[in-house]
């Protein structure tokens, strides 16, 4: 994080004048960078009556350089993949992909009425089917009729809908790019490896005044042992915890209620007499549906959400409080379980946490204080600062 990956990219965007782009990013604020960044003439695709998703088939049958967010990307149709294939578009993916996540705008009762009225069957993979003779149907479920017949909804446990991109869209483009930082530890990689998609990993350096592409290293960590302060005092012992306290599960809970309260109390106390911190330089976190818990005088409005990435409005904050612990939803692990590719779920939970510190002062290289109540996020963290140390020891050794 902040080695360069995106400046890199826009580089890369104005040396190669004859590639087509298309250029996804997680925020509206980075699609204005590129368009402003870059000697291109990028277009971003608006809706003009017709939608986004015209716009951008509009824009992709004229061959033109695209930038959009996410998650206009994820709705992309068979439209818009013969354009991108027609159009021999390089994808410049600024952050990884969602490409399995659950799909929750179903409750059980609705899949019942639809498998009960024929609308959909289950094969053998889990894959939703609609059935053909019911796709013209114009019902509230229209956009289940079209993720299925994109092959796009799984069915868990009889009882679980997962959402998955489909695998074919990779394969339309001449060249792609994915930028981001610990790669292996994303739901993409799993994908790819899923779908036996050949890539190579890389890094950024800078080199005098520009960017340059390398052999993939393990940057060194320990630059910032002395900078990243974690809070290991007190506030860390005075409530019962166990490794999956902090958890989505755990916040639901009840019987937590109290220990929640205390947890709020702790963050005041941080922000107030630890490291008396001025309200601008406080950044907290936790999950969106545990907010309201946490939530207190003080430093509500300093409030980010635990999963962006690619942002740099906040890297003026240097008091931070990361009150998550983060694991994957049960369905992602299953689907990948049935596929024989374990997820490391500590892995992706330290990846999700170091994203969301890059937003702050750290980011500059400045110092910056954190307080991380959960015990598995704080010694993930301590140990990703002493993996170069570890690494050295034993070259040395």
């Known amino acids: 994080m902040g080695s360069g990956k995106t400046q890199w990219s826009i580089q890369y965007i104005n040396e190669n004048q004859y590639d087509n782009i298309l250029y996804i990013t997680p925020f509206l604020k980075e699609v204005d960078r590129i368009i402003t960044s870059t000697n291109r003439s990028f277009k971003q695709p608006l809706n003009k009556g017709e939608g986004k998703l015209q716009s951008i088939?509009?824009?992709?049958?004229?061959?033109?350089?695209?930038?959009?967010?996410?998650?206009?990307?994820?709705?992309?149709?068979?439209?818009?993949?013969?354009?991108?294939?027609?159009?021999?578009?390089?994808?410049?993916?600024?952050?990884?992909?969602?490409?399995?996540?659950?799909?929750?705008?179903?409750?059980?009762?609705?899949?019942?009425?639809?498998?009960?009225?024929?609308?959909?069957t289950v094969d053998d993979e889990g894959y939703i089917i609609w059935n053909e003779d019911k796709k013209d149907y114009d019902t509230k479920y229209n956009e289940i009729r079209d993720l299925a017949q994109n092959r796009s909804l799984i069915y868990i446990n009889q009882k679980l809908l997962l959402w998955k991109y489909p695998p074919d869209i990779f394969t339309l483009f001449d060249k792609i790019y994915v930028l981001t930082y610990l790669f292996e530890a994303s739901i993409l990689k799993h994908y790819f490896d899923l779908y036996e998609f050949q890539y190579e990993k890389k890094s950024v350096i800078k080199k005098d005044d520009s960017y340059a592409i390398v052999d993939y290293f393990v940057p060194d960590t320990t630059q910032f042992i002395e900078k990243i302060n974690i809070y290991?005092?007190?506030?860390?012992?005075?409530?019962?915890?166990?490794?999956?306290?902090?958890?989505?599960?755990w916040f639901n809970a009840k019987t937590n209620t109290k220990t929640q309260m205390k947890i709020k109390n702790n963050i005041y106390n941080y922000f107030q007499n630890i490291v008396k911190a001025p309200a601008s330089s406080i950044l907290w976190t936790t999950f969106k549906a545990a907010k309201s818990k946490l939530k207190g005088k003080g430093y509500s409005s300093k409030f980010l959400a635990c999963n962006c990435r690619a942002t740099n409005e906040y890297d003026e904050t240097y008091n931070i409080a990361y009150c998550v612990n983060i694991y994957l939803h049960p369905a992602v692990t299953q689907f990948f379980y049935r596929k024989n590719i374990n997820v490391?779920?500590?892995?992706?939970?330290?990846?999700?946490?170091?994203?969301?510190?890059?937003?702050?002062?750290?980011?500059?290289?400045?110092?910056?204080?954190?307080y991380i109540p959960s015990i598995r996020m704080r010694n993930l963290l301590i140990n990703w600062l002493n993996m170069s140390l570890n690494n050295q020891a034993l070259k040395v050794a």
């Open 57 to 120: 088939n509009d824009l992709l049958e004229g061959q033109e350089d695209i930038t959009c967010t996410h998650e206009l990307f994820k709705h992309l149709n068979e439209e818009s993949k013969q354009r991108i294939k027609e159009g021999h578009y390089t994808l410049i993916l600024d952050e990884v992909l969602n490409v399995i996540e659950p799909y929750d705008d179903v409750k059980q009762n609705d899949m019942d009425l639809l498998k009960n009225s024929g609308c959909v």
């Open 232 to 249: 290991e005092g007190s506030l860390n012992d005075n409530f019962n915890q166990k490794l999956t306290s902090l958890s989505k599960t």
């Open 344 to 370: 490391d779920e500590d892995l992706y939970a330290l990846s999700e946490m170091l994203q969301f510190i890059w937003r702050s002062a750290i980011r500059k290289g400045e110092e910056i204080n954190i």
